[in-house]
């Protein structure tokens, strides 16, 4: 590696061969990480990966760069809790529902429910049992919502994969959509939505094991 290579790589759209073209946010992550160069390294939960990926890509670039310091907080974010996917898609569409189009609304009031349900179903609640910040979100598009719960009502499946497909498409939806919608400060809300993920994410990690206490050894002297 030169001394090129070892250069600072420098925050911007879409995935980049090495850091001597630039990275995105996740290609830094795994620069830092201490992985092979890719946008998609093990080192961060791969719905949060698609998050930063995403904003990374919608925000300005005058904005790009505030996200840097960003970057060492999703390195080590791999929690296998099976919240984690509905409840980090249920924080980005929250942001989303109330500024995107219309059309983007339907699609985002759908994955909210279908997400919604999935997180009742894991704790024992009700189907239409939903959390209080998804409820007031929906009330201000009761358009969008009355027309998503007929159609998750008739037992449509959005995909058979939330995890997979409805997720991160419902995500990318979410992001591009802030960053095209006619409201002040896109790149405010697109940073305060991966911080939020972030957040989320990092609730759902395992608490770290106890390091054993070796017994103190008494010696004692004649």
């Not at 001597?20 to 992550?29: Q, S």
């Not at 998609?40 to 760069?65: E, F, I, K």
């Amino acid at each position: 590696m030169n001394n090129v290579d070892l250069a600072v790589p420098v925050l911007s759209r879409g995935k980049h061969r090495s850091p001597r073209k630039g990275a995105c946010f996740m290609e830094f992550a795994s620069y830092l990480a201490g992985e092979p160069w890719s946008d998609h390294p093990a080192c961060t939960h791969p719905l949060l990966a698609g998050v930063a990926r995403d904003v990374n890509d919608c925000t300005s670039d005058s904005g790009r760069s505030r996200l840097a310091p960003l970057i060492p907080s999703v390195i080590g974010l791999t929690p296998d809790d099976p919240h984690v996917v509905p409840r980090v898609a249920a924080h980005c569409i929250r942001h989303a529902l109330p500024v995107v189009s219309q059309e983007r609304q339907y699609i985002l009031a759908v994955a909210l429910l279908v997400g919604e349900r999935q997180l009742a179903a894991l704790d024992g609640r009700p189907p239409d049992d939903l959390e209080p910040e998804s409820v007031a979100v929906l009330q201000a598009v009761p358009q969008a919502t009355k027309w998503a719960r007929s159609f998750t009502a008739r037992g449509r499946r959005v995909t058979p994969d939330f995890a997979r497909r409805t997720a991160p498409r419902a995500v990318s939806c979410a992001v591009e959509g802030i960053s095209q919608a006619c409201v002040p400060n896109p790149d405010d809300r697109l940073y305060q939505l991966l911080l939020d993920a972030i957040a989320e994410t990092r609730a759902w990690m395992p608490a770290p094991k106890p390091v054993p206490v070796e017994p103190e050894v008494v010696r004692f002297t004649v």
